[in-house]
């Protein structure tokens, strides 16, 4: 969806939208969010799938040396939850009580991903129906790739949540230890992040509301 505006001096604001075409375009206003939204048409798309057959040999054209750690980024093994560990996420709040944010606007599309999304979680175990008191929204945020990357709204929970004080190491000092270097390494795990386990006893602080 294109739209076309001309540029004149108004000052601070960064756009100027009037009455007559708010009227004709009826976006929806997220006035929390600053945001528009365009609904689009309820449509049916039919597609026809075309089986392959699985891949014999997943290792080839990966150099022996990380055979080893194949099932690490394997399906299987990701749709497992992680043990606990020490340094689990804690949350300790500053006030007890309910925690409840209304739910955001969904397009056509989002809902079927979120559908999808649910389901996955739900069969691998790491979602679970909940009456929590503490209620948290969620929304997608749109990828380079075009896909969509479902996020939880927990900046009321982080309101209300005791802050870490640990100190975070300054860029200038990380990007020194890397001169001279001529060999770098990246890593791009799945979902590294979200494997990471809440606190036993803090899990009912983290659930997240859908419509």
């Given at each position: 969806?294109?739209?076309?505006?001309?540029?004149?001096?108004?000052?601070?604001?960064?756009?100027?939208?009037?009455?007559?075409?708010?009227?004709?375009?009826?976006?929806k206003?997220?006035w929390?969010?600053?945001?528009l939204s365009?609904?689009?048409?309820?449509?049916?798309?039919?597609?026809?799938?075309?089986?392959?057959?699985?891949?014999?040999?997943?290792?080839?054209?990966?150099?022996p040396?990380?055979?080893?750690?194949?099932?690490?980024f394997?399906?299987?093994?990701?749709?497992?939850l992680?043990p606990?560990?020490?340094?689990?996420?804690?949350i300790?709040?500053?006030?007890?009580?309910?925690l409840?944010s209304?739910?955001?606007?969904?397009?056509n599309a989002?809902?079927?991903?979120?559908k999808?999304?649910?389901e996955?979680?739900?069969k691998?175990?790491?979602?679970?129906?909940?009456?929590?008191?503490?209620?948290?929204?969620?929304?997608?945020?749109?990828k380079?790739?075009?896909?969509?990357c479902l996020?939880?709204?927990?900046?009321?929970?982080?309101?209300?949540?005791?802050?870490?004080?640990?100190?975070?190491?300054?860029?200038?000092?990380?990007?020194?230890?890397?001169q001279?270097?001529?060999l770098?390494t990246?890593?791009?795990?799945?979902?590294?992040?979200n494997?990471?386990?809440?606190?036993?006893?803090?899990?009912?602080?983290?659930?997240?509301?859908?419509?």
């Amino acid at each position: 969806m294109k739209y076309k505006f001309l540029v004149s001096p108004i000052g601070q604001h960064s756009t100027i939208l009037v009455i007559k075409w708010l009227e004709q375009e009826q976006p929806k206003i997220d006035w929390l969010l600053r945001q528009l939204s365009f609904p689009i048409p309820q449509s049916t798309l039919a597609f026809i799938a075309q089986e392959e057959e699985a891949d014999d040999n997943p290792l080839d054209g990966i150099p022996p040396q990380y055979h080893g750690f194949a099932k690490v980024f394997g399906e299987e093994e990701f749709n497992k939850l992680p043990p606990h560990w020490s340094y689990d996420i804690e949350i300790e709040l500053t006030e007890e009580g309910p925690l409840n944010s209304p739910l955001y606007s969904m397009t056509n599309a989002e809902s079927v991903t979120l559908k999808q999304w649910l389901e996955d979680k739900l069969k691998a175990g790491k979602i679970r129906p909940s009456k929590s008191p503490i209620l948290s929204p969620v929304m997608f945020v749109p990828k380079k790739d075009g896909s969509r990357c479902l996020v939880v709204d927990y900046w009321k929970l982080n309101s209300r949540s005791k802050k870490n004080a640990y100190p975070l190491p300054r860029p200038d000092n990380l990007m020194s230890k890397l001169q001279g270097a001529k060999l770098l390494t990246k890593l791009n795990l799945c979902w590294g992040y979200n494997n990471v386990r809440v606190k036993e006893g803090d899990k009912w602080k983290t659930t997240f509301r859908t419509k």
